[in-house]
């Protein structure tokens, strides 16, 4: 009999859980249902499919998802879900978060139980500030929209209207392309807050034409308000107006380019992963991502759940499989690795992203839509922080 098989049963004989020291709990706190359920299906399928390109053990432990549904833009469900994850099931990790409430809701939490947690999408600054058991691999709105604000200048375009959703990611966006812009010598003429929950975005865009910009900075979070925002803008006419459109890269989002249709064409976006992104290692994890869900393309959050998932392996790796909360920490701060994106860095200090922002424009690549990066600010840092 195998050592392990002996041991499993000595726990057996003595009333203590078997499996629990051969297994490594990754809780996941996604938008699995709702009107955000597609962040939380990106998000997972992204984790399953670093499980499925490395495997399901590291370290002589079985890694396990635990995954739970905060079902939408909602800080409560989260905590209490959270709290779920450390005191029932015991995770060593929580990670996941399309939605920046979410994110914000669990980082007492993450702080009172010491438990390492990985943002893999919510993008407002302060989350990591929050508690110092976060750190993020997906990007920051602030860090997106930077790179946008310089392309847009460096295009000769001197006045600018922006639309953003209106809570966190949006008020950063909003701020950031203001303050940079201006810095340079644009002006932002205007600028709209729209709810996040069922906006009307055809009398918003109606006010931006209105003020007769060269063009509107939008963000939206990813998914049916992108689609909204973008049928608006032409119903209005916009596009016809000559106003140019200009967003961060959830508006032309991989997951739903192609439901926008050929009216996305030529609009310019900044965002840190497109799946068009020449590279060896976005190509691995095309085809780790088709095995698990062969029906859609994954966007940014699923490469933020990969990378999640990487930062994860690394940790268990480094420590050999035993899980401290403090520990794991030093080992996310500076934490590299080869994205699909490209190279990403956890920062020591701030425990943010440093990664590549790239300008793309939407064009057809044999027949559909992709964002294709034409130009690359590199090792870009949350000026937010
Ligand atoms: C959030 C950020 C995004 O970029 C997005 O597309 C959706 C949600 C967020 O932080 O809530």
Redesign the pocket.
């Known amino acids: 009999m195998k050592k392990w098989m002996m041991l499993g049963l000595v726990a057996l004989a003595t009333g203590h859980a078997v499996a629990a020291g051969n297994t490594i709990k990754v809780g996941v706190l996604a938008e699995m249902s709702g009107t955000f359920a597609d962040?939380g299906m990106q998000i997972t399928n992204g984790a399953k499919a670093y499980m499925k390109q490395y495997g399901d053990t590291v370290a002589g432990k079985k890694i396990e998802l635990v995954i739970k549904d905060t079902t939408g833009p909602a800080p409560d469900v989260a905590k209490r879900l959270a709290q779920e994850l450390v005191v029932q099931d015991k995770v060593d990790f929580i990670v996941g978060f399309?939605?920046?409430?979410n994110a914000f809701a669990v980082a007492p939490i993450a702080t009172e139980a010491k438990k390492p947690t990985i943002i893999m999408?919510?993008?407002?600054s302060a989350i990591t500030t929050k508690s110092p058991y976060i750190a993020r691999v997906s990007f920051t709105?602030a860090q997106v929209t930077e790179p946008m604000a310089q392309w847009a200048y460096k295009s000769g375009l001197r006045k600018i209207y922006t639309v953003v959703a209106d809570?966190?990611?949006g008020h950063d966006a909003e701020q950031t392309f203001k303050k940079a812009f201006a810095r340079l010598g644009g002006e932002v003429v205007g600028e709209l807050r729209v709810p996040l929950k069922n906006p009307e975005f055809g009398p918003f865009v109606q006010r931006a034409k209105d003020s007769k910009p060269e063009a509107v900075f939008v963000f939206v979070?990813?998914g049916e308000m992108a689609v909204g925002f973008m049928k608006a803008y032409y119903e209005r006419g916009l596009a016809k107006a000559g106003i140019k459109l200009l967003s961060?890269g959830?508006v032309t989002?991989d997951g739903v380019i192609e439901a926008l249709g050929d009216n996305a064409l030529g609009v310019i976006s900044t965002h840190q992963y497109s799946a068009a992104h020449p590279s060896a290692e976005n190509k691995a994890f095309l085809a780790a991502y088709n095995q698990i869900n062969p029906k859609q393309r994954p966007n940014f959050m699923a490469v933020g759940g990969y990378d999640g998932m990487a930062a994860v392996y690394e940790v268990v790796r480094q420590l050999n499989g035993n899980i401290n909360g403090d520990k794991a920490m030093q080992v996310l701060r500076g934490m590299k690795l080869n994205s699909p994106r490209g190279p990403i860095q956890i920062d020591a200090e701030t425990r943010d992203i440093v990664q590549n922002v790239y300008v793309r424009e939407v064009k057809k690549v044999d027949g559909r839509l992709y964002n294709v990066e034409f130009e690359t600010f590199a090792a870009v840092r949350d000026p937010g922080k």
């Open positions: 962040f399309g939605l920046t409430p999408n919510a993008a407002t709105l809570y966190g990611p979070p990813a961060t959830d989002d």
